[in-house]
């Protein structure tokens, strides 16, 4: 089955700064890949999602890019802010049929003011 | 309007109670989930149905027993709950196997 692996684990960036976080999937097949955030006591919620048919995405300060043939996609935010503070998860599906999504271990991000 | 609506929101229980967590969905998906976040954050799939039948059953205890009485409610029963089963259950859906909605979690602290 699909595995995902995520890193950092925890970064901390100054206000203002750029956060990259990045993650490697294991199955070719998985063509679906989203990024969660999840703040402190609540759900984790869709920030930002790839298709494998697109190499890179943006919505305004957030960006993910996707690398197929290695198998890695990363997520940019710029400009930093300290409500950006959370959890991050990144996450690969094969969208088709039932196969559910399968999280890394989340990269817990801190933007200090 | 709550778009996936889980109860309780915490549960504090004795080790060897039974207890279940409701799920509520109104957002017409077909596909339901239970996934389980441990005291690291680490979020793992436990079970998933589709339109009300059983699609995927991770390596779970058999004391935990999900039931899904339509396609818009997936509840989760746990039979003599264990300290290791303290976590958060989040309960999601999605059209497809994609952009999961999540419910609001149930932190479950089993003493």
Known sequence: GENVEQHPSTLSVQEGDSAVIKCTYSDSASNYFPWYKQELGKRPQLIIDIRSNVGEKKDQRIAVTLNKTAKHFSLHITETQPEDSAVYFCAASINSGNTPLVFGKGTRLSVIA | ?111
């Not at chain 2, 339509?70 to 029963?77: G, T, V």
């Open chain 2, 1 to 111: 309007d709550t778009a996936v609506s889980q109860t309780p929101k915490y549960l504090v229980t004795q080790m060897g109670n039974d207890k279940s967590i409701k799920c509520e969905q109104n957002l017409g998906h077909d596909t339901m989930y239970w996934y389980k976040q441990d005291s690291k954050k680490f979020l793992k799939i436990m079970f998933s149905y589709n339109n009300k039948e059983l699609i995927i059953n991770e390596t779970v205890p058999n004391r935990f027993s999900p039931k899904s009485p339509d396609k818009a409610h997936l509840n989760l029963h746990i039979n003599s709950l264990e300290l290791g089963d303290s976590a958060v259950y989040f309960c999601a859906s999605s059209p497809q196997s994609e952009k999961l909605f999540f419910g609001s979690g149930t932190q479950l602290s089993v003493l």
